[in-house]
């Protein structure tokens, strides 16, 4: 509907409504047409019924984020010092968990290239056996930014809550997204 148009339909209806509550106060008409215009809950349902035949109806667009998470479907999952060690199909990259900080890129005996983000729900997470690094240390990072890219098909992974190690069978339920 035309602009025009619905400011001449919005006029009529004024005139119509001030025109009955005058009759009404005449007493020329028995509808109690300022009770409608003056209480609130009259005035909303009144606004809807006008704004129907005014207004096109608007449809939203809307799109919501991919749940997918490909470390949670890994191949195999073997414990291995205090983490595990997971292997998948395919090299991944390794993206953020969460909102944090990377504290450590670097080399270590027991994972090779490891990048270790202290993430701000206390959890400290270290990802080995990475193949390159895509952050420097102390580099804050928010859910979904890629932090590393895996190398092999394999990565030893190592979670600690409350700066203790979790158990082997805790990690799995953690790399699923079901522990909180």
């Known amino acids: 509907m035309k602009w025009k148009t619905k400011w001449i339909i919005a006029f009529v209806l004024l ?5 009955l509550s005058k009759l009404e106060e005449r007493q020329l008409v028995n509808v109690p047409v300022t009770q409608y215009v003056t209480t ?3 005035f909303v349902v009144m606004k809807k019924w006008v704004s129907s035949w005014l207004a096109d109806e608007e449809s939203i667009t809307v799109s919501a984020e ?3 998470d490909p470390f949670a479907s890994y191949e195999s999952f073997q414990p291995y010092q205090d983490g595990a060690i997971i292997s998948y199909t395919q090299p991944l990259s390794i993206t953020s968990q969460g ?3 990377v504290v450590f ?3 270590t005996r027991q994972s090779g290239k490891t990048v270790t983000v202290q993430y701000d729900n206390g959890d400290e997470v270290t990802y080995g056996f990475v193949g390159s690094f895509s952050t420097l240390p102390y580099t ?3 859910r979904g930014d890629e932090i590393a890219v895996m190398d092999e098909e394999a990565l030893y992974i190592r979670v600690k809550r409350d700066g ?8 799995a339920t953690y790399m699923t997204g079901d522990l909180k």
């Open 105 to 107: 890129t670097g080399y």
């Open 99 to 101: 909102s944090g900080l």
């Open 15 to 19: 005139v119509s409504v001030v025109a």
């Open 164 to 171: 203790i190690p979790l158990e082997p069978t805790v990690l």
């Open 140 to 142: 804050a990072v928010r």
């Open 66 to 68: 991919s749940v997918f």
């Open 40 to 42: 609130g809950k009259d």
